[in-house]
């Protein structure tokens, strides 16, 4: 997969982009990531890239012109891009980024990040130039760098080999998969199905009187899968009951939410 990212910092990646997942991936080849700096594209003495935006207001905007013209040297305007190829722009308006999201992105061959700036983008950015807007949360940033490095690393860990074991991917939180039977995998555990992720223990059994629960040590898979599912739909519950609208939920599920609901009750 390639990535390519503008952006008018293009040292604030050496950090993100140099560590863990991200980088292994690189070194495999399983992803190539560019980053372009939105200043190249200017013809100015001052590299300009914003200007005050049309009927007043406070702050400055990216300027379209730079950034077209950035875009049209990668080759990826909508009418020469391929329908595996696709521009984001990163932009507080956008729709909201999840993990479905991130699976979509994962399977194209080419993904390019527009990061935004100041009080925005030039609308014809968004209207002409990118195929869709994402915003990482309902919270503003100074700029799309962030959410991009944000982006790149949900999307990286989907390719296949990024992550050693890929099984874990779908046992992670808000991830969409039914829940893994006997023959997908160990039945200690289970997936996700949309909801949080069910808790994790290591050694010391015990610390500082802080004890890992029973179960986990019993050797019973069946018992550990059910804790296990019981826990994740206990902690969506309180943490984030919103996702219970969409998860996928078995009747045993529905089974342990009730008396999981009835003893909050």
Same mark, same amino acid.
């Given at each position: ?14 950090? /993100?982009?140099?560590?863990?997942? &991200?980088?292994? +991936?690189?070194? #495999? ?6 980053? *372009? %700096?939105?200043? +190249?594209?200017?013809h %100015?003495?001052?590299r300009t890239? $914003? %200007?005050? /935006?049309?009927g007043?207001?406070?702050?400055m &905007?990216l !300027?379209?012109e ?6 049209? #040297?990668?080759?990826l305007? !909508? ?7 696709q521009? @984001?722009?990163? =932009? ?6 999840n993990q479905?999201? #991130?699976?979509?992105?994962? =399977?194209?061959?080419r993904l ?6 100041y009080?925005g983008?030039?609308e014809?950015v ?7 807007e994402?915003?990482?949360? $309902? ?11 944000v982006? &790149? %690393? ?8 990024? @992550? ?12 969409? *998969? $039914?829940?893994v ?10 997936g ?12 010391p ?6 004890? &890992? ?7 019973? *898979?069946?018992?550990i899968?059910r804790?296990?599912?019981?826990? +994740?739909?206990? !902690? ?21 939410? #009730? *008396? ?6």
């Amino acid at each position: 997969m390639k990535i390519d990212i503008v952006t008018i910092f293009p040292d604030f990646f050496r950090g /993100p982009l140099d560590y863990g997942i &991200v980088r292994r +991936a690189g070194e #495999a080849g399983l992803v190539k990531i560019e980053v *372009h %700096d939105l200043r +190249a594209f200017t013809h %100015d003495r001052h590299r300009t890239v $914003d %200007d005050r /935006p049309f009927g007043g207001g406070e702050g400055m &905007v990216l !300027k379209p012109e730079p950034i077209f013209e950035c875009i049209e #040297a990668l080759g990826l305007t !909508k009418s020469q891009q391929h329908v595996s190829e696709q521009v @984001v722009l990163l =932009s507080a308006q956008g729709r909201r980024f999840n993990q479905a999201a #991130a699976a979509e992105l994962a =399977s194209l061959e080419r993904l390019v990040l527009i990061c935004g700036r100041y009080e925005g983008v030039d609308e014809r950015v968004g209207q002409y130039l990118a195929d869709e807007e994402f915003s990482i949360g $309902d919270y503003v940033l100074s700029g799309g760098e962030l959410g991009a490095a944000v982006i &790149v %690393d949900c999307v990286t860990r989907l390719i296949p080999g990024a @992550v050693g074991n890929e099984a874990s991917t779908r046992q992670e939180s808000f991830t969409a *998969h $039914d829940t893994v039977s006997v023959a997908d995998g160990p039945d200690s555990t289970c997936g996700s199905g949309g909801l949080l992720d069910y808790p994790h223990y290591t050694r010391p059994a015990e610390f500082r009187g802080m004890a &890992v629960p029973e179960v986990l040590a019993s050797g019973n *898979h069946e018992q550990i899968r059910r804790w296990r599912r019981r826990s +994740a739909l206990e !902690k969506t519950w309180r943490n984030r009951p919103d996702l219970l609208q969409t998860a996928v939920l078995s009747d045993e599920d529905q089974e342990l939410l #009730a *008396h999981i609901q009835a003893n909050e009750i």
